[in-house]
Protein backbone atom coordinates (compact mmCIF):
# COMPACT_ATOMS: atom_id res chain seq x y z
CA UNK A 1 0.00 0.00 0.00
CA UNK A 2 1.13 3.42 -0.91
CA UNK A 3 2.14 5.76 1.68
CA UNK A 4 -0.92 8.41 0.24
CA UNK A 5 -2.93 5.98 0.99
CA UNK A 6 -2.43 5.11 4.54
CA UNK A 7 -3.09 8.84 5.71
CA UNK A 8 -6.49 8.67 3.93
CA UNK A 9 -6.77 5.28 6.11
CA UNK A 10 -6.37 6.72 9.27
CA UNK A 11 -8.53 9.27 8.76
CA UNK A 12 -11.36 6.68 8.06
CA UNK A 13 -10.58 4.94 10.79
CA UNK A 14 -10.10 8.38 13.02
CA UNK A 15 -13.81 9.05 11.98
CA UNK A 16 -15.23 5.70 12.53
CA UNK A 17 -13.99 5.58 15.72
CA UNK A 18 -15.33 9.25 17.19
CA UNK A 19 -19.08 7.52 14.78
CA UNK A 20 -18.64 5.04 17.51
CA UNK A 21 -17.58 6.19 20.41
CA UNK A 22 -20.83 9.15 19.72
CA UNK A 23 -23.04 6.09 19.49
CA UNK A 24 -21.64 4.10 22.48
CA UNK A 25 -22.10 6.71 24.69
CA UNK A 26 -25.19 7.45 23.73
CA UNK A 27 -26.50 4.09 23.63
CA UNK A 28 -28.21 3.22 27.28
CA UNK A 29 -25.63 0.14 28.01
CA UNK A 30 -26.12 -2.09 31.24
CA UNK A 31 -23.34 -2.38 33.77
CA UNK A 32 -22.29 -5.29 31.88
CA UNK A 33 -20.80 -3.05 28.96
CA UNK A 34 -19.44 -0.28 30.69
CA UNK A 35 -15.67 -1.23 30.51
CA UNK A 36 -16.37 -0.60 26.56
CA UNK A 37 -18.22 3.27 27.06
CA UNK A 38 -15.71 4.32 29.66
CA UNK A 39 -12.68 3.17 27.17
CA UNK A 40 -13.56 3.22 23.44
CA UNK A 41 -10.04 1.70 22.25
CA UNK A 42 -8.74 1.47 19.10
CA UNK A 43 -8.04 -1.84 18.63
CA UNK A 44 -12.07 -2.37 19.00
CA UNK A 45 -11.80 -0.21 15.87
CA UNK A 46 -11.38 -3.40 12.88
CA UNK A 47 -14.45 -5.47 14.68
CA UNK A 48 -16.90 -2.59 13.39
CA UNK A 49 -15.40 -2.23 9.81
CA UNK A 50 -15.96 -5.59 8.20
CA UNK A 51 -14.77 -5.93 4.86
CA UNK A 52 -11.87 -3.41 5.40
CA UNK A 53 -8.36 -4.51 4.18
CA UNK A 54 -6.08 -4.05 7.24
CA UNK A 55 -2.98 -4.50 7.65
CA UNK A 56 -0.25 -6.50 10.07
CA UNK A 57 -0.58 -4.30 12.51
CA UNK A 58 -4.11 -3.82 12.49
CA UNK A 59 -4.65 -7.79 12.13
CA UNK A 60 -2.32 -8.23 15.65
CA UNK A 61 -4.77 -5.74 17.10
CA UNK A 62 -7.96 -7.61 16.09
CA UNK A 63 -6.38 -10.68 17.42
CA UNK A 64 -5.72 -9.25 20.95
CA UNK A 65 -8.87 -7.22 21.05
CA UNK A 66 -10.71 -10.36 20.48
CA UNK A 67 -9.16 -12.01 22.81
CA UNK A 68 -9.68 -9.76 25.55
CA UNK A 69 -13.24 -9.19 24.87
CA UNK A 70 -14.06 -13.37 24.71
CA UNK A 71 -12.61 -13.21 28.31
CA UNK A 72 -14.29 -10.40 29.67
CA UNK A 73 -18.04 -11.50 27.58
CA UNK A 74 -17.93 -15.46 27.22
CA UNK A 75 -21.52 -15.69 27.52
CA UNK A 76 -22.50 -13.17 24.47
CA UNK A 77 -23.71 -14.53 21.51
CA UNK A 78 -22.86 -13.82 17.86
CA UNK A 79 -26.15 -11.62 17.54
CA UNK A 80 -25.19 -9.86 20.12
CA UNK A 81 -22.07 -8.84 18.92
CA UNK A 82 -23.37 -7.98 15.78
CA UNK A 83 -25.97 -5.56 18.27
CA UNK A 84 -22.83 -4.02 19.72
CA UNK A 85 -21.03 -3.19 16.36
CA UNK A 86 -24.36 -1.46 14.88
CA UNK A 87 -24.54 0.14 18.04
CA UNK A 88 -27.85 -1.12 19.38
CA UNK A 89 -28.80 -1.85 22.84
CA UNK A 90 -28.31 -5.49 23.60
CA UNK A 91 -30.93 -7.50 25.51
CA UNK A 92 -30.73 -7.63 29.12
CA UNK A 93 -28.83 -10.61 30.52
CA UNK A 94 -31.79 -10.70 33.46
CA UNK A 95 -35.18 -9.92 32.97
CA UNK A 96 -38.64 -9.48 35.14
CA UNK A 97 -39.64 -12.89 34.44
CA UNK A 98 -36.39 -14.16 35.67
CA UNK A 99 -36.34 -12.27 38.75
CA UNK A 100 -40.25 -13.74 39.40
CA UNK A 101 -38.80 -17.51 38.74
CA UNK A 102 -35.91 -16.53 41.18
CA UNK A 103 -35.78 -19.92 43.80
CA UNK A 104 -34.82 -17.77 46.68
CA UNK A 105 -37.81 -15.51 45.92
CA UNK A 106 -40.16 -17.85 45.28
CA UNK A 107 -39.33 -19.36 48.66
CA UNK A 108 -39.80 -16.47 50.93
CA UNK A 109 -43.42 -15.80 48.66
CA UNK A 110 -44.44 -19.44 49.69
CA UNK A 111 -43.55 -19.05 52.94
CA UNK A 112 -45.92 -15.77 52.76
CA UNK A 113 -48.92 -18.08 51.47
CA UNK A 114 -51.54 -19.06 53.57
CA UNK A 115 -54.21 -22.01 53.65
CA UNK A 116 -57.65 -20.72 54.71
CA UNK A 117 -60.41 -23.36 55.11
CA UNK A 118 -63.78 -21.74 54.93
CA UNK A 119 -67.27 -23.62 56.22
CA UNK A 120 -70.44 -22.88 55.32
CA UNK A 121 -74.01 -24.06 57.41
CA UNK A 122 -77.36 -23.77 56.62
CA UNK A 123 -79.35 -23.91 60.28
CA UNK A 124 -82.72 -22.22 60.09
CA UNK A 125 -84.81 -20.58 58.07
CA UNK A 126 -84.24 -16.83 59.23
CA UNK A 127 -82.40 -15.02 61.62
CA UNK A 128 -82.51 -11.77 63.39
CA UNK A 129 -79.84 -9.00 62.18
CA UNK A 130 -80.54 -6.37 63.93
CA UNK A 131 -80.41 -8.57 66.80
CA UNK A 132 -77.17 -10.54 66.10
CA UNK A 133 -75.67 -6.96 65.73
CA UNK A 134 -76.58 -5.41 69.07
CA UNK A 135 -75.08 -8.28 70.70
CA UNK A 136 -72.05 -8.28 68.61
CA UNK A 137 -71.60 -4.96 68.18
CA UNK A 138 -67.61 -5.03 68.79
CA UNK A 139 -67.05 -7.54 66.26
CA UNK A 140 -69.38 -6.11 63.65
CA UNK A 141 -67.35 -4.70 60.68
CA UNK A 142 -69.21 -1.73 58.61
CA UNK A 143 -70.99 -2.76 55.32
CA UNK A 144 -69.17 -1.30 51.94
CA UNK A 145 -72.06 -1.46 50.08
CA UNK A 146 -76.25 -1.26 50.45
CA UNK A 147 -76.54 -5.10 50.94
CA UNK A 148 -78.76 -5.52 54.34
CA UNK A 149 -79.18 -9.28 54.09
CA UNK A 150 -76.19 -10.12 55.62
CA UNK A 151 -73.82 -9.29 58.93
CA UNK A 152 -69.94 -9.97 58.92
CA UNK A 153 -68.40 -10.15 61.91
CA UNK A 154 -64.53 -10.34 63.35
CA UNK A 155 -63.33 -12.56 65.98
CA UNK A 156 -59.56 -11.81 67.25
CA UNK A 157 -57.69 -14.56 69.45
CA UNK A 158 -54.88 -12.37 71.03
CA UNK A 159 -53.77 -15.84 72.84
CA UNK A 160 -52.14 -16.92 69.72
CA UNK A 161 -50.62 -13.67 68.75
CA UNK A 162 -48.90 -12.37 72.05
CA UNK A 163 -47.14 -9.78 70.01
CA UNK A 164 -50.26 -7.99 69.04
CA UNK A 165 -50.35 -7.04 72.75
CA UNK A 166 -47.13 -5.10 72.64
CA UNK A 167 -46.63 -4.36 68.73
CA UNK A 168 -50.37 -2.98 68.69
CA UNK A 169 -50.60 -4.35 64.99
CA UNK A 170 -53.20 -7.18 64.40
CA UNK A 171 -51.87 -10.34 62.43
CA UNK A 172 -54.70 -11.02 60.11
CA UNK A 173 -54.13 -14.32 59.19
CA UNK A 174 -55.20 -15.17 63.05
CA UNK A 175 -58.59 -13.37 62.67
CA UNK A 176 -61.64 -15.11 62.27
CA UNK A 177 -64.46 -14.06 60.03
CA UNK A 178 -68.20 -15.32 60.16
CA UNK A 179 -71.10 -14.22 57.29
CA UNK A 180 -73.94 -14.30 58.77
CA UNK A 181 -76.96 -14.35 56.00
CA UNK A 182 -80.87 -13.27 56.91
CA UNK A 183 -81.90 -15.99 55.24
CA UNK A 184 -79.96 -18.66 57.62
CA UNK A 185 -76.89 -19.42 56.23
CA UNK A 186 -73.26 -19.01 58.01
CA UNK A 187 -69.90 -19.20 56.73
CA UNK A 188 -67.04 -19.39 58.58
CA UNK A 189 -63.77 -18.28 57.19
CA UNK A 190 -60.43 -19.61 59.24
CA UNK A 191 -62.13 -21.28 61.78
CA UNK A 192 -61.38 -24.73 62.29
CA UNK A 193 -63.84 -28.04 63.12
CA UNK A 194 -63.79 -28.07 66.86
CA UNK A 195 -64.30 -24.16 67.45
CA UNK A 196 -66.87 -23.69 64.82
CA UNK A 197 -70.03 -24.74 67.06
CA UNK A 198 -68.57 -22.19 69.56
CA UNK A 199 -69.87 -19.27 66.67
CA UNK A 200 -72.47 -20.78 65.22
CA UNK A 201 -74.13 -21.01 69.00
CA UNK A 202 -73.82 -17.35 68.60
CA UNK A 203 -76.35 -17.47 65.42
CA UNK A 204 -78.61 -19.71 67.31
CA UNK A 205 -79.37 -17.27 70.09
CA UNK A 206 -80.92 -14.78 67.23
CA UNK A 207 -82.23 -17.53 64.80
CA UNK A 208 -85.95 -18.77 64.31
CA UNK A 209 -87.15 -21.86 62.65
CA UNK A 210 -84.08 -24.54 63.20
CA UNK A 211 -83.44 -27.55 61.51
CA UNK A 212 -83.54 -30.48 62.79
CA UNK A 213 -80.35 -31.33 60.47
CA UNK A 214 -78.17 -28.78 59.97
CA UNK A 215 -76.42 -28.34 56.11
CA UNK A 216 -72.85 -28.50 55.67
CA UNK A 217 -70.24 -27.44 52.73
CA UNK A 218 -66.00 -27.45 52.92
CA UNK A 219 -64.15 -25.17 50.90
CA UNK A 220 -60.90 -23.26 50.78
CA UNK A 221 -59.05 -20.09 49.93
CA UNK A 222 -55.19 -20.35 49.09
CA UNK A 223 -53.64 -16.74 49.53
CA UNK A 224 -50.43 -16.65 47.14
CA UNK A 225 -49.01 -13.30 46.99
CA UNK A 226 -47.12 -14.81 44.05
CA UNK A 227 -49.80 -15.20 41.93
CA UNK A 228 -49.33 -14.19 38.50
CA UNK A 229 -53.22 -13.57 37.83
CA UNK A 230 -55.60 -11.88 40.52
CA UNK A 231 -57.20 -15.93 40.80
CA UNK A 232 -56.61 -19.20 40.00
CA UNK A 233 -59.35 -21.77 40.77
CA UNK A 234 -59.07 -25.18 41.68
CA UNK A 235 -60.52 -28.53 42.94
CA UNK A 236 -62.39 -27.41 46.30
CA UNK A 237 -60.64 -24.17 46.53
CA UNK A 238 -59.31 -20.65 45.13
CA UNK A 239 -56.27 -19.05 44.54
CA UNK A 240 -56.27 -15.54 45.48
CA UNK A 241 -53.62 -13.02 45.57
CA UNK A 242 -54.83 -11.15 48.89
CA UNK A 243 -57.80 -11.80 50.98
CA UNK A 244 -59.74 -8.73 52.07
CA UNK A 245 -62.88 -7.66 53.74
CA UNK A 246 -64.67 -7.58 50.54
CA UNK A 247 -62.74 -10.22 49.15
CA UNK A 248 -64.69 -12.70 52.39
CA UNK A 249 -68.14 -10.63 51.32
CA UNK A 250 -67.68 -12.02 47.73
CA UNK A 251 -66.80 -15.86 48.35
CA UNK A 252 -68.91 -15.98 51.36
CA UNK A 253 -71.77 -14.55 49.38
CA UNK A 254 -71.83 -17.20 46.90
CA UNK A 255 -71.29 -20.28 49.53
CA UNK A 256 -74.30 -19.11 51.36
CA UNK A 257 -76.33 -19.18 48.49
CA UNK A 258 -75.05 -22.64 47.67
CA UNK A 259 -75.81 -24.63 51.04
CA UNK A 260 -79.35 -22.89 51.34
CA UNK A 261 -80.28 -23.76 47.61
CA UNK A 262 -79.27 -27.14 48.56
CA UNK A 263 -81.55 -27.41 51.43
CA UNK A 264 -84.85 -26.08 48.70
CA UNK A 265 -83.70 -28.40 46.22
CA UNK A 266 -83.73 -31.22 49.07
CA UNK A 267 -87.02 -29.81 50.04
CA UNK A 268 -88.45 -30.34 46.06
CA UNK A 269 -87.25 -33.35 45.70
CA UNK A 270 -89.07 -34.82 48.60
CA UNK A 271 -92.25 -33.40 47.00
CA UNK A 272 -91.69 -35.04 44.11
CA UNK A 273 -91.13 -38.26 45.80
CA UNK A 274 -94.43 -37.88 47.68
CA UNK A 275 -96.11 -37.30 43.66
CA UNK A 276 -94.41 -40.16 42.57
CA UNK A 277 -95.71 -42.35 44.90
CA UNK A 278 -99.66 -41.28 44.77
CA UNK A 279 -98.69 -41.57 40.78
CA UNK A 280 -97.46 -45.35 40.95
CA UNK A 281 -100.88 -46.06 43.41
CA UNK A 282 -103.02 -43.91 41.01
CA UNK A 283 -101.18 -46.39 38.07
CA UNK A 284 -102.25 -49.36 40.20
CA UNK A 285 -105.54 -48.85 41.79
CA UNK A 286 -106.67 -45.90 39.47
CA UNK A 287 -107.96 -43.67 42.30
CA UNK A 288 -105.73 -42.42 44.89
CA UNK A 289 -106.92 -41.49 49.08
CA UNK A 290 -105.06 -37.86 49.07
CA UNK A 291 -107.31 -34.98 51.03
CA UNK A 292 -108.01 -31.53 49.99
CA UNK A 293 -106.53 -29.94 52.59
CA UNK A 294 -102.93 -32.16 52.26
CA UNK A 295 -103.03 -31.54 48.72
CA UNK A 296 -103.29 -27.86 50.08
CA UNK A 297 -100.50 -27.88 52.10
CA UNK A 298 -98.18 -28.85 49.18
CA UNK A 299 -99.27 -26.33 47.37
CA UNK A 300 -98.29 -23.51 49.94
CA UNK A 301 -95.01 -25.74 50.43
CA UNK A 302 -94.29 -25.28 46.64
CA UNK A 303 -94.29 -21.77 46.08
CA UNK A 304 -93.06 -20.38 49.55
CA UNK A 305 -89.82 -22.77 48.17
CA UNK A 306 -89.58 -20.79 44.93
CA UNK A 307 -90.13 -17.19 46.76
CA UNK A 308 -87.72 -17.76 48.89
CA UNK A 309 -85.11 -18.98 46.31
CA UNK A 310 -85.96 -15.86 44.65
CA UNK A 311 -86.50 -13.28 46.98
CA UNK A 312 -84.75 -14.50 49.96
CA UNK A 313 -81.19 -15.47 48.61
CA UNK A 314 -80.83 -13.03 45.93
CA UNK A 315 -80.17 -15.73 43.63
CA UNK A 316 -79.97 -13.47 40.34
CA UNK A 317 -79.10 -10.68 42.03
CA UNK A 318 -75.24 -9.38 41.63
CA UNK A 319 -73.81 -8.58 44.09
CA UNK A 320 -72.47 -4.98 44.81
CA UNK A 321 -69.00 -5.07 45.02
CA UNK A 322 -68.74 -7.13 42.17
CA UNK A 323 -70.47 -4.16 40.71
CA UNK A 324 -67.84 -1.84 41.70
CA UNK A 325 -64.63 -3.88 41.17
CA UNK A 326 -63.93 -6.47 38.01
CA UNK A 327 -61.38 -8.53 40.17
CA UNK A 328 -64.14 -9.80 42.88
CA UNK A 329 -66.37 -9.91 39.71
CA UNK A 330 -64.16 -12.40 38.37
CA UNK A 331 -64.16 -14.44 41.99
CA UNK A 332 -67.94 -13.78 41.90
CA UNK A 333 -68.59 -15.28 38.54
CA UNK A 334 -66.22 -18.13 38.93
CA UNK A 335 -67.77 -19.65 41.86
CA UNK A 336 -70.91 -18.89 40.84
CA UNK A 337 -70.05 -21.14 37.81
CA UNK A 338 -68.03 -24.08 40.19
CA UNK A 339 -71.24 -24.62 42.27
CA UNK A 340 -73.52 -24.19 39.18
CA UNK A 341 -76.17 -22.12 40.93
CA UNK A 342 -77.99 -20.85 37.59
CA UNK A 343 -78.10 -24.71 36.31
CA UNK A 344 -79.03 -25.72 40.02
CA UNK A 345 -82.19 -23.19 39.98
CA UNK A 346 -83.10 -24.61 36.28
CA UNK A 347 -83.30 -28.02 38.01
CA UNK A 348 -85.18 -26.74 40.77
CA UNK A 349 -87.57 -24.97 38.73
CA UNK A 350 -88.05 -28.22 36.03
CA UNK A 351 -88.71 -29.96 39.78
CA UNK A 352 -91.41 -27.25 40.63
CA UNK A 353 -93.38 -27.58 37.44
CA UNK A 354 -93.82 -31.13 37.65
CA UNK A 355 -95.16 -30.70 41.06
CA UNK A 356 -97.43 -27.90 39.54
CA UNK A 357 -98.43 -30.25 37.28
CA UNK A 358 -99.55 -32.82 39.25
CA UNK A 359 -101.15 -30.41 41.81
CA UNK A 360 -103.64 -29.65 39.06
CA UNK A 361 -104.45 -32.76 37.98
CA UNK A 362 -104.84 -33.82 41.29
CA UNK A 363 -106.74 -30.38 41.93
CA UNK A 364 -109.11 -31.20 39.27
CA UNK A 365 -109.84 -34.86 40.08
CA UNK A 366 -111.13 -33.52 43.38
CA UNK A 367 -112.93 -31.10 42.12
CA UNK A 368 -114.64 -33.54 39.46
CA UNK A 369 -115.09 -35.81 42.87
CA UNK A 370 -116.73 -32.87 44.62
CA UNK A 371 -119.20 -31.97 41.36
CA UNK A 372 -119.66 -35.79 40.82
CA UNK A 373 -121.22 -35.75 45.06
CA UNK A 374 -123.13 -32.69 44.24
CA UNK A 375 -124.76 -33.73 41.79
CA UNK A 376 -125.79 -37.19 43.04
CA UNK A 377 -126.72 -35.19 46.45
CA UNK A 378 -129.36 -33.21 44.05
CA UNK A 379 -130.56 -36.15 42.44
CA UNK A 380 -130.80 -38.22 45.60
CA UNK A 381 -132.95 -34.95 46.74
CA UNK A 382 -135.30 -34.86 43.56
CA UNK A 383 -135.52 -38.51 43.96
CA UNK A 384 -137.17 -38.40 47.95
CA UNK A 385 -139.01 -35.58 47.29
CA UNK A 386 -141.28 -37.58 44.13
CA UNK A 387 -140.92 -40.45 46.58
CA UNK A 388 -142.78 -38.56 48.90
CA UNK A 389 -145.35 -36.87 46.02
CA UNK A 390 -146.30 -40.97 45.11
CA UNK A 391 -146.62 -41.73 48.07
CA UNK A 392 -148.88 -39.06 49.76
CA UNK A 393 -150.95 -39.49 46.47
CA UNK A 394 -151.38 -43.50 46.89
CA UNK A 395 -151.66 -43.49 50.93
CA UNK A 396 -153.49 -40.39 51.98
CA UNK A 397 -155.73 -39.67 49.13
CA UNK A 398 -157.09 -36.02 49.19
CA UNK A 399 -160.82 -35.76 50.85
CA UNK A 400 -163.65 -35.36 48.54
CA UNK A 401 -166.31 -31.53 49.35
CA UNK A 402 -169.27 -32.43 50.49
CA UNK A 403 -172.16 -30.15 49.46
CA UNK A 404 -174.25 -28.74 52.23
CA UNK A 405 -178.00 -30.28 52.43
CA UNK A 406 -181.12 -28.92 52.41
CA UNK A 407 -182.19 -26.61 55.60
CA UNK A 408 -178.53 -26.46 56.82
CA UNK A 409 -177.80 -22.65 57.70
CA UNK A 410 -175.27 -21.06 55.59
CA UNK A 411 -173.78 -17.93 56.93
CA UNK A 412 -172.74 -14.74 55.03
CA UNK A 413 -171.43 -11.79 56.12
CA UNK A 414 -172.54 -12.45 59.47
CA UNK A 415 -176.07 -12.90 58.59
CA UNK A 416 -177.65 -16.25 58.63
CA UNK A 417 -179.36 -17.82 55.49
CA UNK A 418 -181.35 -20.90 55.29
CA UNK A 419 -180.81 -22.76 52.00
CA UNK A 420 -183.88 -24.26 49.92
Excluded at 29 to 55: D, I, M
Excluded at 377 to 406: E, M
Aim: net charge positive; with cysteine.
Amino acid sequence: MSRSARPMETSAFRALARHLKATLSSSPLPPLFSPLRRRPSKTLLPLALPGCRLSGAASLHRSAAGDRFARLFPSISSDQDLELREGKEPPSSRSAEDECKDPLLQVQLEKQSRFVPVKAYFLCTSIDLRSLQAQNATNVIRPSSRATNYVVLRYYDVKNDPQAMETGFRNESICRYMVVFHYGSTVLFNVSDHEAQGYLKIVEKNASGLLPEMRKDDYAVVVKPNLETWMQGGVDYIALKSLDIDGVRTVGSVLGQSIALDYYIRQVDGMVAEFTDINRGLEKAGTFTMKRRKLFQLVGKANSNLADVILKLGLFERSDIAWKNANYAQIWEYLRDEYELTQRFGNLDFKLKFVEHNIRFLQDILQNRTYVFLDGLIILLITVAILISVYNVFCHPTPRILQPKAGTPKIIQGSAEYSN
